[in-house]
């Protein structure tokens, strides 16, 4: 089975910054390309930041120059460095791959971040 573990959500407040992390079992990062998504109470699930397999980037107009994306090949970890966070950033934050998906492939529960004063 695949499975995500993401970790390093919290509270901050507006203009913090936060970093979060996803481990995957079952499945080497490296060989696929990867995505943050998130999903705010009311509203769909959405790609933020996505890394291909040649560790190319591409981010949601909203998170544009204040997220980045990244990989950690020794560790097989997703990260996401999130500078000057808004309160519309609130929302729960998932890994998962964004083009080719393994069949085994689950949701992991997310990590919850909340931006507010």
């Known amino acids: 089975q695949v499975q995500f573990v993401e970790s390093g959500g919290g509270w901050v407040q507006p203009g913090g910054s936060l970093r979060l992390s996803c481990a995957g079992s079952?499945?080497?990062?490296?060989?696929?390309?990867m995505g943050w998504y998130r999903q705010a109470p009311g509203k769909e699930r959405e790609l933020v930041a996505n890394?291909?397999?040649?560790?190319?980037?591409d981010y949601n107009d909203s998170v544009r120059g204040r997220f980045t994306i990244s990989r950690d090949n020794a560790k097989n970890e997703l990260l996401l460095q999130m500078n000057s966070l808004k309160p519309e950033d609130t929302a729960v934050y998932y890994c998962?791959?964004?083009?080719?998906?393994?069949?085994?492939?689950?949701w992991g529960q997310g990590t919850q971040v909340i931006v507010s004063s």
């Open positions: 998962y791959p964004t083009k080719r998906v393994p069949t085994a492939a689950r």
């Open positions: 079952g499945i080497t990062f490296m060989f696929y390309a």
């Open positions: 890394i291909n397999r040649n560790d190319t980037t």
